[in-house]
T-cell receptor, first 110, second 112 residues
Framework: SQQGEEDPQALSIQEGENATMNCSYK?????LQWYRQNSGRGLVHLIL?????REKHSGRLRVTLDTSKKSSSLLITASRAADTASYFC??????????FGQGTRLTINP | DTEVTQTPKHLVMGMTNKKSLKCEQHMGHRAMYWYKQKAKKPPELMFV???????INESVPSRFSPECPNSSLLNLHLHALQPEDSALYLCASSRAGQETQYFGPGTRLLVL
């Protein structure tokens, strides 16, 4: 079953601009993760934010979590062509089942 | 070593073939996972092994048979697949339950 919904489904911006992606989920969580997937390849873990955290930074990435609204956002600042990828949020259903959102396909135009 | 490796990278098989996908990690992770991903869709969990024992089977058809020979290896045996099983098959590992998962590059499977 679908745990996370993401929007937008697709986002196209110019290099150097900021990109924001949003994720909503349905059940209570201990943490929420964001992953990146380059075209047709494996997923790379970007950041994990725990339910007692509201904001977390990693390099050019900023993630927020609002447990009252069951939503999270991923901000990529000063985007680069290499950031072109699909981005997925993911939460756990139970102890081991990681469920991914539908993903946002991000295109950075030079 | 923070890498999960998968072989083969690509696989084409007929519906009567038997083949196996292999996954290996040397990070000392005790949880390993198989996911299936169709084009433009998110990965969907198939199986979870925890301490080399199958802990989750997401109602996957029996034509997919997982195996965990030891703590570093995970196999997925394929038999009598259907064309709709064509997809990217991803392996992942993690230290324990609700932790970061490390993914391999995937095996792109085409069933003819």
């Amino acid at each position: 079953s679908q745990q996370g919904e993401e929007d937008p489904q697709a986002l196209s911006i110019q290099e150097g601009e900021n990109a924001t992606m949003n994720c909503s989920y349905k059940t209570s969580i201990n943490n929420l993760q964001w992953y990146r997937q380059n075209s047709g390849r494996g997923l790379v873990h970007l950041i994990l934010i725990r339910s007692n955290e509201r904001e977390k930074h990693s390099g050019r990435l900023r993630v927020t979590l609002d447990t009252s609204k069951k939503s999270s956002s991923l901000l990529i600042t000063a985007s680069r062509a290499a950031d072109t990828a699909s981005y997925f949020c993911a939460t756990f259903q139970g102890a081991q089942k990681l469920v991914f959102g539908q993903g946002t396909r991000l295109t950075i135009n030079p | 070593d923070t890498e999960v490796t998968q072989t083969p990278k690509h696989l084409v098989m007929g519906m009567t073939n038997k083949k196996s996908l292999k996954c290996e990690q040397h990070m000392g992770h005790r949880a390993m996972y198989w996911y299936k991903q169709k084009a433009k869709k998110p990965p969907e969990l198939m199986f979870v092994y925890s301490y080399e024992k199958l802990s989750i089977n997401e109602s996957v058809p029996s034509r997919f048979s997982p195996e965990c020979p030891n703590s570093s290896l995970l196999n997925l045996h394929l038999h009598a697949l259907q064309p709709e099983d064509s997809a990217l098959y991803l392996c992942a590992s993690s230290r324990a339950g609700q932790e970061t998962q490390y993914f391999g590059p995937g095996t792109r499977l085409l069933v003819l």
